[in-house]
C-alpha cells in the first residue's frame, strides 16, 4: 500500500499517527494471541518491553494494552503488518524502522512464545501456533522469508 494510504489505514485501525510506534508491538500481541488466549507471562513481557519504549508514551500503553484484553481480528493484525512494513521501507514520524527494526520486532516475537512456553531455549515448548505465527510475521514483514525452527534459536539468543 502507497504511503498516501497510511493515514486511512491508521483511521481503519483506530490510530493517530502519533501511535505509529505501537504498531511495532502488534506482532508480539499477534504471537501471544495465537493459541487462542493471552497467558500472564506473555502479557508481562509485552508491556515490559512496551514500558521501556521511549517511543511508547502512556497513550501508547492503552492501545498495547487494549489489544492484550482483546483478540484482534485476522485483519486488524494483517493490516497492522501492512502499515508496519510500509514504516519500514519507507520511514515514519518516529524515525526509520528499517531491517534491523523489523529484526529486533521478530526477536521480541519470539521471545513473547518463548514466555508462554518454552524452557531453557527449546523450540519444542514452543506451540506450533506460534511458530506459525512468528513465519507468517516474518514473511509478510520481509525479515526471514523462510524462518524455521533453528533460526527462532538463534533469535531466542539475541537480546530484544
Known amino acids: 500500500m502507497a504511503v498516501d494510504n497510511r493515514t486511512e489505514n491508521l483511521r481503519k485501525l483506530g490510530l493517530p499517527e502519533a501511535q505509529l510506534w505501537a504498531l511495532t508491538y ?3 500481541v499477534h504471537v501471544a494471541w495465537s493459541d487462542g488466549k493471552i497467558q500472564p507471562a506473555e502479557r508481562k513481557l509485552i508491556l515490559m518491553f512496551a514500558e ?9 500503553i492503552v ?27 519507507r520511514g ?6 528499517g531491517e534491523a527494526g523489523l529484526r529486533k520486532v521478530l526477536t521480541r516475537c519470539v521471545k513473547v512464545a518463548d514466555a508462554a512456553g518454552g524452557l531453557f531455549g527449546l523450540v519444542g515448548r514452543i506451540e506450533g501456533t ?15 522469508p523462510d524462518l524455521q525452527d533453528e533460526d527462532i534459536l538463534k533469535l531466542l539468543a539475541e537480546d530484544g
Open 52 to 60: 521501556s519504549d521511549e517511543k511508547i508514551d502512556e497513550e501508547g
Open 63 to 89: 492501545v498495547i494494552t487494549r489489544w492484550l484484553g482483546k483478540q484482534p481480528s485476522r485483519y486488524y493484525l494483517r493490516l497492522g503488518r501492512v502499515v508496519l512494513a510500509e514504516v519500514a521501507r
Open 130 to 144: 506460534e511458530r506459525d505465527a512468528m513465519r507468517q510475521i516474518a514473511s509478510e514483514l520481509a525479515i526471514h
Open 92 to 97: 515514519g514520524p518516529t524515525g526509520d524502522l
Open 26 to 28: 502488534l506482532p508480539l
